[in-house]
């Protein structure tokens, strides 16, 4: 983790199998995808080039509405998002905000702690197994 509270880890697989490997492993953990961003689609739409690089917003509705409970800022980073992408030298990697940084900024205290380390837990599950 650096100091903007984001994750990044590098993947052992290319840009396209790590994306496929990303939404097995949602799929697999019984998580909502509730949306696909492919900003490299999007750049090329307005005549711009962008490496590849593609956010999946994904969440379990049960365990994100407890952290708006704690906290209704929190939606602002809610669903979770992890982002594929490929770096100058054509390495995919994952990235992700760390759901303690969020825990903090939004002050969700002691009593969401649970939840929290549990989320932790699922994202570098999620990333692990699309990256490695």
């Known amino acids: 983790m650096n100091e903007t509270g984001l994750i990044t880890i590098e993947s052992k697989h290319s840009f396209a199998e790590t994306l496929k490997r990303l939404?097995?492993?949602?799929?697999s953990a019984r998580m909502t995808v509730f949306a696909?961003?492919?900003?490299?689609?999007?750049?090329?739409?307005?005549?711009l080039q962008l490496r590849p690089t593609?956010?999946?917003?994904?969440?379990?509705?049960a365990a994100g509405t407890a952290l708006m409970q704690a906290n209704q800022l929190a939606g602002i980073?809610?669903?979770?998002?992890?982002?594929?992408w490929e770096d100058q030298g054509g390495?995919?990697?994952?990235?992700?905000?760390?759901?303690?940084?969020?825990?903090?900024r939004y002050s969700l205290g002691t009593?969401?702690?649970?939840q929290i380390a549990r989320m932790a837990k699922l994202l570098a599950c999620i990333?692990?197994?699309a990256g490695g």
Request: aromatic share 4%; no cysteine.
């Open 77 to 84: 980073d809610l669903p979770l998002k992890i982002l594929v």
């Open 127 to 129: 990333a692990e197994a």
């Open 91 to 104: 390495i995919a990697k994952l990235t992700h905000s760390n759901p303690i940084t969020l825990a903090e």
């Open 36 to 47: 696909v961003f492919d900003h490299a689609a999007a750049a090329s739409e307005a005549g």
């Open 54 to 61: 593609t956010v999946l917003a994904f969440g379990n509705p």
């Open 111 to 114: 009593k969401i702690a649970p």
């Open 23 to 27: 939404d097995s492993a949602l799929q």
